[in-house]
Nanobody
Framework: EQLVESGGGLVQAGGSLRLSCAAS????????MGWFRQAPGKDREFVAS???????TYADSVKGRFTISRDNAKNTVYLQMNSLKPEDTAIYYCATDQSPFGRLSPPKVYWGQGTQVTVSS
């Protein structure tokens, strides 16, 4: 399973970015997909996930600002990030369960290489 993220970059506070994660190697239909992030000097933290039935879950810090979605036909998951804050600055990692119908619980996940998101104040 290979995950390739794109869409990161530099944006001013209050701006928006849309991250994409393209999966290859298997059909993602039965798998929970999600996003984590890691800021400098901090642990990697959960951001959002979407399961096989389309149910999404968010960290409290991003609720109401971020939206996760998936396009199974394109084997891709997205993260729309609005009203960005400087504290959203981090490397964002796409992740997927190693087994179908999972709960996206590390360490039993596959990771992408990460994409940098920087929000300036």
């Amino acid at each position: 399973e290979q995950l390739v993220e794109s869409g990161g970059g530099l944006v001013q506070a209050g701006g928006s970015l849309r991250l994409s994660c393209a999966a290859s190697g298997r059909d993602i239909t039965l798998y929970t997909m999600g996003w984590f992030r890691q800021a400098p000097g901090k642990d990697r933290e959960f951001v959002a996930s979407i399961n096989w039935s389309g149910t999404s879950t968010y960290a409290d810090s991003v609720k109401g600002r971020f939206t996760i979605s998936r396009d199974n036909a394109k084997n891709t998951v997205y993260l729309q990030m609005n009203s960005l804050k400087p504290e959203d600055t981090a490397i964002y990692y796409c992740a997927t369960d190693q087994s179908p119908f999972g709960r996206l619980s590390p360490p039993k996940v596959y990771w992408g290489q990460g994409t940098q998101v920087t929000v300036s104040s």
